[in-house]
């Protein structure tokens, strides 16, 4: 896959992993159609080099259909995705009562947004961007098209509270074989990277406790990922074309514990 020239689309693209991918992906020649929420992050990407922003939600259908559509229309058929779009949001299965120490059930809200988000919100991307390559296949043995999903570390090794979190991101890891396998046929490749704990602005919202436990077991390099080095992989696994179907760890050894709760 030669980036150089090529219609890259990126999720999440106004902040943080995204972002790094959208530079990385620019500073070797694509051209890149950014999807975010609207916003001025968003808005300000254009500055960066050729970028197409699109304010859009992934986890709706119809307002990516529209955006694929613009994309076809105005840009040309997209060969490199990279799903970088996702939330955190803690889902915990119940609450106390203060008053009355009653235990309650929590409501599904929180849990569905983030299934909703990070990984339904991944498949409707892929659906979308693999069709308008259905019919553009090559020679045999050629990429047509390459898939980069955002899986995470918290799909093997959730915290406490990360249900919901933990079960999208093994989502997005499970689906990755399955994917790869049903798009061989069109000469598309599908990889997922599974980050450990890296600086972006999920990163900034964890208690300061859990920062520094999960900072400490990193056995090497002892410090949180750049987003940089996240980039740096994406490009990695677009370009050697024996990547395929599998989920890399990008983490520096780290295996999550639970942290404990300072007195």
């Known amino acids: 896959m030669h980036i150089s020239g090529t219609i890259a689309v990126v999720t999440g693209a106004a902040s943080g992993l995204g972002l790094a991918s959208v530079k990385a992906l620019l500073d070797r020649g694509a051209h890149v159609a950014a999807m975010d929420l609207p916003g001025e992050p968003l808005d300000r990407l254009a500055e960066l080099g050729p970028v197409t922003a699109l304010a859009t939600d992934v986890c709706s259908g119809d307002a990516m259909e529209a955006s694929f559509q613009q994309i076809h229309e105005h840009l040309g058929i997209p060969r490199i995705l990279v799903n970088c779009a996702g939330i955190l949001g803690p889902a915990r299965v119940f609450r106390t009562e203060p008053e009355t120490g009653a235990v309650l059930p929590r409501g599904l ?4 947004r983030v ?4 990984l339904i919100g991944t498949f409707n991307t892929i659906r979308l961007f693999a069709a308008g390559l259905s019919d553009q296949r090559g020679e045999a043995g050629e990429d047509n098209g390459v898939i980069i999903n955002t899986a995470s570390v918290a799909a093997y090794e959730a915290l406490s509270a990360q249900a919901a979190y933990g079960s999208s991101k093994a989502g997005v890891a499970s689906m990755t074989l ?3 396998r049903e798009l ?3 000469g598309i490749r599908v990889m997922s990277i599974a980050p ?18 999960l900072i400490e077991d990193v056995p090497f390099p002892n410090r949180p990922g750049r987003p940089e080095e996240f980039a740096h992989m994406v490009i990695a696994l677009v370009e050697n074309g024996m990547m395929n179907g599998s ?5 520096g050894a780290v295996r999550m514990r639970e942290p404990s709760v300072p007195r």
Do not use: C, S
């Open 109 to 112: 809200d929180r849990f569905r």
């Open 115 to 118: 299934i909703e988000v990070n």
């Open 178 to 180: 399955p994917l790869a």
């Open 184 to 186: 061989a046929r069109f």
């Open 196 to 213: 450990g704990t890296f600086e972006t602005g999920m990163y900034a919202v964890v208690p300061e406790h859990t920062r520094r436990t």
């Open 247 to 251: 989920v890399v760890r990008i983490d």
